[in-house]
């Protein structure tokens, strides 16, 4: 009777004590989502990095709205992307320059960034910020910036303070103009009918890249979302 | 219903947490050069995932220390007596929590799943199941 009544008392300790184990377990929850959250970087208007290396990864390759390259270039790579994206940020830092640096910085190509905004009402803002800033030069140098200094998918924080921030970085002369033709009808008609064109060619994520060239059956082919520059170059090796 | 004897608890929660460990050392390894796991299904998911910045905590991968969880959970189950019911409680606890948040992150803020993501939250989850019941049913009892 008495062992009973002991055991019964140990096993109401060990109760409590999983009781403040369970407490525990929740207060180190809280701190993994609390070190999460405060461990993602970017997106912070007040310190947009990276401008000047930008700048000099770019200069000396001709720019005309979102095109980077020769005008001229028979092969054109055309990147269909979301500012927000991260794996186009992904792309944009990892892939892309290998790509620049062999086949569109000599003429063989250019490459062209249409905006396919999947992820929210923000990815349209970047869009028309991008196109206004290419509209003045440095649409190239905005996307990559923007890249750069990308924040958490979704977070809120593409906001008129951090594209302004970027747009600056990037070295857009007329702010004003800038402003005026980001929120422009014509603008917002153009991320629209590029989201459109991504829908139509039936791509489903970002990024997705389409090749067009003169040995391109039907002058078109899209590539979907290739896993090395080394097949980017093949494809455009292929085109031209 | 008669909860399942202690010995047969601790054979499931061995054998998943094992698995967990083999699924979270798939994705660390898919990572580690900067590449994401293999989706069966395609469509992206887990290079979105593995791109994200969610993907490391305190400059840790989430999978890292998911092999670490992992590891611990499947020396609670060796672990006989209160001491590895307890154990086994808390850190099932802390794994099905994150689990919650990594999958809302999924799909709310990400906005894309990762299957193998989803096999971990599963697998956390029958572990935390486990070590629930062995934890009510058996603490107290003679090991």
């Known amino acids: ?44 208007a007040s310190s947009v990095e990276g401008a000047a290396e930008i700048r000099k990864d770019l200069s000396g390759i001709p720019q005309r709205g979102l ?21 186009c940020k992904g792309y944009a830092e990892e892939i892309l320059p290998e790509v620049i640096g062999s086949k569109v910085r000599n003429g063989e190509a250019r490459l062209e960034f249409r905006n396919f905004t999947i992820i929210n009402e923000e990815s349209i803002d970047a869009a028309a910020a991008a196109i206004a800033a290419g509209e003045q030069g440095r649409g190239w140098d905005f996307i990559e910036l923007f890249y750069k200094n990308q924040g958490i998918e979704a977070s809120g924080y593409v906001t008129d303070e951090f594209l302004t921030a970027i747009a600056e970085g990037a070295g857009v002369e007329d702010i004003e103009r800038w402003n005026a033709s980001r929120q422009s009808g014509r603008t917002l008609a153009k991320v629209e009918a590029e989201t459109s064109e991504a829908g139509d060619l039936g791509l489903s994520g970002t990024p997705s890249f389409v090749v067009e060239g003169p040995l391109v059956d039907g002058g078109k082919r899209v590539l979907g979302t290739p896993g090395s520059a080394g097949e980017l170059e093949d494809a455009i090796e292929g085109a031209g | 219903m008669q909860a399942p004897a202690e010995g047969t608890l601790r054979t499931i929660a061995t054998f998943v947490a094992t698995l967990g460990a083999g699924v979270a050392t798939y994705i660390a390894i898919a990572e580690a050069d900067g590449g994401a796991p293999a989706c069966f299904a395609g469509g992206g998911g887990c290079e979105t995932v593995a791109a994200s910045s969610h993907s490391e905590l305190a400059g840790i991968g989430v999978a890292v220390i998911g092999i670490g969880g992992y590891l611990l959970l499947l020396g609670a189950a060796l672990l006989r007596g209160d001491a590895g019911r307890l154990a086994g409680f808390g850190l099932a606890l802390v794994g099905f929590g994150f689990s919650v948040y990594l999958t809302y992150l999924e799909l709310f803020v990400i906005d894309a799943i990762c299957q193998w993501c989803v096999a971990s939250a599963a697998l956390m989850t029958v572990l935390f199941t486990v070590n629930a019941l062995r934890m009510v049913r058996y603490v107290g009892a003679e090991p």
Not at chain 1, 31 to 44: E, F, R, T
Request: glycine share 12%; net charge negative; aromatic share 4%.
């Open chain 1, 67 to 87: 095109v980077l390259g020769d005008p001229g270039a028979k092969v054109k790579l055309i990147e269909f992307g979301d500012l927000q994206c991260p794996v």
């Open chain 1, 1 to 44: 009777m008495s062992t009973g009544g002991v055991d019964q008392e140990r096993r109401q300790r060990l109760i409590k004590l999983a009781s403040a184990t369970a407490f525990l377990a929740i207060v180190v929850i809280a701190v993994l989502i609390v070190v999460s959250q405060s461990g993602s970087d970017g997106g912070d």
